[in-house]
Nanobody, 113 residues
Framework: QVQLVESGGGLVQPGGSLRLSCAASGFTFSRFAMSWYRQAPGKGRELVAAITSSGGNTNYADSVKGRFTISRDNAKNTVYLQMNSLRPEDTAVYYC??????WGQGTQVTVSS
């Protein structure tokens, strides 16, 4: 069955960086687009970034453009989210998504001094 396992979250100071990873299994990873979403306390889940199956095209929420980078390694069945210049408003649980319906367990990112 499809499994998505996120890692890399944690507590970071404003202006800091984190790299999230999502290890995928149970489907042909290289054939499908992947996405990262986030959900802040009391808010709905929002799309942060997405990447096509080959990695050739990406798109980002306006709030993270220029600070976050999504990438993937099809040989490792892993998608990444490099987050730089983090802000307190980036605090959220970050989720990996595949095939629209599959979600990981989430990884907490907290940006605070």
């Amino acid at each position: 069955q499809v499994q998505l396992v996120e890692s890399g979250g944690g507590l970071v100071q404003p202006g800091g960086s984190l790299r999230l990873s999502c290890a995928a299994s149970g489907f042909t990873f290289s054939r499908f687009a992947m996405s990262w979403y986030r959900q802040a306390p009391g808010k709905g889940r929002e799309l942060v970034a997405a990447i096509t199956s080959s990695g050739g095209n990406t798109n980002y929420a306006d709030s993270v453009k220029g600070r976050f980078t999504i990438s993937r390694d099809n040989a490792k069945n892993t998608v990444y989210l490099q987050m730089n210049s983090l802000r307190p408003e980036d605090t959220a649980v970050y989720y990996c998504n595949a095939l629209v319906m599959y979600w990981g367990q989430g990884t907490q990112v907290t940006v605070s001094s």
